[in-house]
Nanobody, 128 residues
């Protein structure tokens, strides 16, 4: 089974930027749709952004639009989340997820139930 490892989290001031990265352990990474989710203390896990397996289609939550950009490099087995104009409400543990079951071009999932492999998460803290 593929393993996902996130990196790039940390502490940043409001208005700052961070780039999260997720590395996959298998070369079949290019067949997986990928997503980023986050979970703040006391809240449910929520969708942030997703990208189809070829990278041609992306989707993002309203809270991320205009500030966050998801991208992938299938040659390097990585997916990234560039986060700009960060706000204190962006503070959460950010998770990378893969859908390894559904091999459909241009598909992007926005529900956590649509992803079957998860990374361990990386903490993002935005101070005011």
């Amino acid at each position: 089974q593929v393993q996902l490892v996130e990196s790039g989290g940390g502490l940043v001031q409001a208005g700052g930027s961070l780039e999260l990265s997720c590395a996959a352990s298998r070369r079949t990474f290019g067949t997986y749709a990928m997503g980023w989710f986050r979970q703040a203390p006391g809240k449910e896990r929520e969708f942030v952004a997703g990208i189809s397996r070829g990278g041609r289609r992306t989707a993002s939550a309203d809270s991320a639009k205009g500030r966050f950009t998801i991208s992938r490099d299938n040659a390097k087995n990585t997916v990234s989340l560039q986060m700009n104009s960060l706000k204190p409400e962006d503070t959460a543990v950010y998770y990378c997820a893969a859908n390894t079951k559904l091999i459909v071009n241009l598909w992007v999932g926005a529900r956590s139930s649509e992803y079957d492999v998860w990374g361990q998460g990386t903490q993002v803290t935005v101070s005011s």
